[in-house]
């Protein structure tokens, strides 16, 4: 790929989804934009850059970031933020939003799904604790393809492997052939929406607990630092948020402190969870 053809993508990349790619990454570009320009019926990848310097389809563009997300995710992923959700956040929440009696939780870049279900799967474990409570669970993605196929909830014999523990398996999902289906009770806990972090996060409302995670790494600084201050706006004063193992705070926002000895879980600078903590 010519070198100004490769600035052409990474700029649109970065543009439209915050995505930062280095030069290491040309490679990716050809491999998987190859099959868009066949797709869009252009002869090379050439011939697509040409159209992109000129007023491209919006749906092209959109094929070209799509192809470009990294969608990579599983079931109760890394265990420990999933531990901390049920053994810290849940009985914390208990207390302190027992006259409320509702929580709001977002997972921010949810991918084919398995992380807000692992949080509805853990909800639903955690009901009998919780009488006359309402769960809303909020997914979002900048990709509709990867939305779509979360809806779904349909998963592979490899998918449910990777995670989710056997006896939540059998509970919780019906077997079809060599596909596993979420059962419609787990589904209808989670509502997915298109929702690019880029965007002003206002219209997303307040949010409990946010799970970020697993998106920051692909971003450059300035937009890490941009995406988690839109976040701290939506965050209740006492929520948590959950970063990916790769990702941190640390010199990029004020907002948010890491609470010691709870690795990848983070609350605001003057939350009342820090002074207990000290
Ligand atoms: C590696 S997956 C992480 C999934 C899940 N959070 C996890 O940790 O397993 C990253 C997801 O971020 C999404 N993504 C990338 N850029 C985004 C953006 N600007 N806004 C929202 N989602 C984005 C991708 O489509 C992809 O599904």
Redesign the pocket.
Known sequence: MKISDFDLYKDLLKE????SLTQDKAYLLESRLSPIAKKWGFESLDAMSVKLRGVPDRNLVNDI??AM??????FF??TRPFDLFRDTVLPYMKQARGTRRKLRIW??????G??PYTLAILLKEAAAQFPGWSFEIVA????TE?LAQAKEGIYSQFEVQRGMPVTLLLKYFTQNGDKWQLNSDIRQMVRFDQ?????SMLRLGSFDIV?????L???DEK?KSK?LNGIAAQLESDGYLFL?GAETVLGLTDAFKPLPDKRGMYVLQNSEHLKAAS
């Open positions: 439209k989804s915050g995505l970031v799509e997300t990294t969608n990579e995710t599983s992923r890394d997972c921010a870049a949810s991918s084919s398995q992380e979002t993605d900048i990709s990867i929702f690019n972090l880029l965007d799970y970020c995670r697993n998106v790494i692909y971003f937009t995406v990916g």
